[in-house]
């Protein structure tokens, strides 16, 4: 990608969703420009917009990164990865660990299974996991949602669905395709974003030859983590945070154009006074990056339960959304 286009992807990163117009503002050139270029790393693949539904709302408590350490070629590892439940990220990376994942499992105890089936691997020779206390940053993991009365019906459902395949479907289209007004439709959707329930971003596709690197980022800190964490949501290439238990205090991923961006990242890192140590290491090939999940439980789960009375009939434009308690399994 060229300078330009590696600002633009940040752009989105920010905001997935921003109008032609806006992101030539941001940028200063013109809408045609952009256009081009949102257009070309869309058809070619380099990067994707997607929704994503929280994990909380999918019955997804449990999230957790996982560094691997093995023996020999790495792709029987990474084939029964992908072959397990949980991962939606797989990436081969540099240092001690040989692979990291991040898994999304409904329970400690699924969680722990699935470790176990890492574990059990003959290539495997160690397996380090790092629980999620809480996620502070990620593209497709907002503030919690609060899961008491949340309420969302079948054209909720049908409307993630088609923001999962393309994250940038203009509010006519999504309209027309589900049966609402635009004004309805955009309503719903801005709804669910709100609440956290789906968020959109964009995803990049890192190759062998692109000049943009990823690198993960473990850092122990003198027990306040506040000061890291401030300093990490202002950098602009941060794609993930989160607070840990286990080996670090906190664990990022910072997506860089260059190493000396990278030295620079570090460096500022390392001179705050609370943080004691960091760790890092490159993502040299990102194998999966899918946050998009099926939601054909959630489907099931709504179709399930009471019929809403009174509003809602045939016809109706927006339908009354049936409610979903949180303690309603999903999966």
Request: charge should be negative; include cysteine.
């Amino acid at each position: 990608m060229s300078d330009f286009e590696e600002r633009l992807v940040r752009q989105l990163q920010n905001d997935a969703r921003a109008s032609f117009s806006e992101l030539a503002k941001q940028l200063g050139t013109s809408r045609a420009t952009v256009a081009n270029h949102v257009n070309g790393l869309l058809d070619s693949g380099q990067l994707r917009i997607v929704a994503a539904v929280h994990p909380r709302v999918l019955g997804l408590n449990s999230l957790a990164h996982v560094a691997v350490t093995s023996s020999g070629d790495l792709e029987p590892i990474i084939e029964a990865m992908e072959a397990m439940q949980g991962p939606v990220f797989i990436s081969q990376t540099t240092g001690k660990y040989n692979l990291v994942a991040e898994l999304r499992m409904p329970s400690m105890e699924s969680m722990y299974e699935q470790i176990e089936l890492l574990r059990a691997h003959p290539q495997v020779s160690d397996v380090n996991v790092l629980v999620y206390e809480k996620v502070i940053r990620s593209f497709f993991l907002g503030a919690e949602p609060q899961l008491p009365g949340l309420e969302f019906d079948e054209t909720d459902l049908r409307l993630m669905n088609l923001l999962q395949r393309d994250g940038r479907r203009s509010f006519a289209d999504l309209a027309a395709e589900v049966g609402l007004s635009v004004s309805a439709c955009r309503t719903r959707i801005l709804r669910l974003i709100e609440s956290n329930v789906m968020q959109i971003g964009a995803i990049r596709r890192r190759t062998q030859t692109s000049q943009a690197m990823a690198f993960g980022l473990g850092i122990t800190t003198s027990g306040v983590v506040a000061e890291a964490v401030t300093h990490l949501e202002k950098l602009p290439g941060v794609e993930f945070i989160a607070k840990c238990i286990g080996r670090y205090n906190l664990i990022a991923t910072v997506g860089v154009a260059s190493l000396g961006e990278y030295n620079a990242v570090i460096a500022e890192l390392r001179r705050l006074p609370s943080v004691t140590a960091v760790e890092t290491w490159l993502h040299a090939e990102i194998v999966r990056e899918r946050y998009e999940q099926s939601l054909d439980a959630l489907v099931a789960a709504i179709a399930s339960g009471p019929a809403p009375g009174g509003a809602g009939g045939a016809g109706s434009e927006s339908p009354s959304p049936r409610p979903m308690a949180a303690s309603q399994s999903v999966l």
